[in-house]
């Protein structure tokens, strides 16, 4: 049983930013993909990010040009640079990992809240 983990959220000004860490317990290797998904209060739980195993990256249209995904597979984690913050960012972000044999994990997620 894979597990995530992430950190990094917390509380920041509008146009500042935060980095996200996800970590796993398993090599992330055998994870075809990795992303970040965020959830609003009162609002479905969206796809803001993604990166595969072999580095391709995808982004939602509110987010492009402002969030970047990344991995290091010797750390077993995944990344999410966050910049020029919106307060529509606010909400609690979560890990993703999905094998190919369709097996998927999350982390507990880790409150993001942009404001002044």
């Known amino acids: 049983q894979v597990q995530l983990v992430e950190s990094g959220g917390g509380l920041v000004q509008p146009g500042g930013s935060l980095r996200l860490s996800c970590t796993s317990s398993?090599?992330?290797?055998?994870?075809?993909?990795m992303a970040w998904f965020r959830q609003a209060p009162g609002k479905q739980r969206e796809q803001v990010a993604l990166i595969t195993s072999g580095g391709s990256t995808s982004y939602a249209e509110s987010v492009k040009g402002r969030f970047t995904i990344s991995r290091d597979n010797a750390k077993s984690a995944v990344y999410l640079q966050m910049n020029s913050l919106k307060p529509e960012d606010t909400a609690v972000y979560y890990c993703?990992?999905?094998?190919?044999?369709?097996?998927?994990?999350w982390g507990q997620g880790t409150q993001v809240t942009v404001s002044s």
């Open positions: 993703h990992g999905q094998k190919t044999t369709g097996s998927y994990y």
């Open positions: 398993e090599s992330i290797v055998t994870i075809y993909f």
